[in-house]
């Protein structure tokens, strides 16, 4: 029922930038967290950045002095700005987030369950 669909994917010179964004769809109460994670051939995936919310974020430490996630709670988007970017970088990246919903009826709670997207390449070479 939720689809997060991402843009911004694509190949960049060492040293470059790019810009990933992702959009979620569908119907929901909220979104508590949304955020990037990347997986390299044979590895699993490994979160590279997320924030709640309520802007908190976490952040791979390799990528804390380069990269920012930012989000548009209105929008229920996320932008991953990749600056610096080097070789090491280049992965495939998956959106991810954490959707919130509720349970019909009078006296419903909620509940939440995880949404990724189909992940798009990222090349970093010269």
């Known amino acids: 029922q939720v689809q997060l669909v991402e843009s911004g994917g694509g190949s960049a010179q060492p040293g470059g930038s790019l810009r990933l964004s992702c959009a979620a769809s569908?119907?929901?109460?909220?979104?508590?967290?949304m955020g990037w994670y990347r997986q390299f051939p044979g590895k699993e995936r490994e979160l590279v950045a997320s924030m709640t919310s309520r802007g908190k974020t976490e952040y791979l430490d390799s990528v804390k002095s380069r990269f920012t996630i930012s989000r548009d709670n209105a929008k229920s988007t996320a932008l991953l700005q990749m600056n610096d970017l080097a070789v090491e970088d280049t992965a495939v990246y998956y959106c991810?987030?954490?959707?919130?919903?509720?349970?019909?009826?009078?006296?419903?709670?909620?509940?939440?369950?995880?949404?990724w997207g189909q992940g798009t390449q990222v090349t970093v070479s010269s």
């Open positions: 991810h987030a954490v959707i919130q919903a509720v349970v019909d009826g009078i006296g419903g709670g909620g509940y939440e369950y995880d949404v």
């Open positions: 569908g119907s929901f109460f909220g979104i508590y967290s």
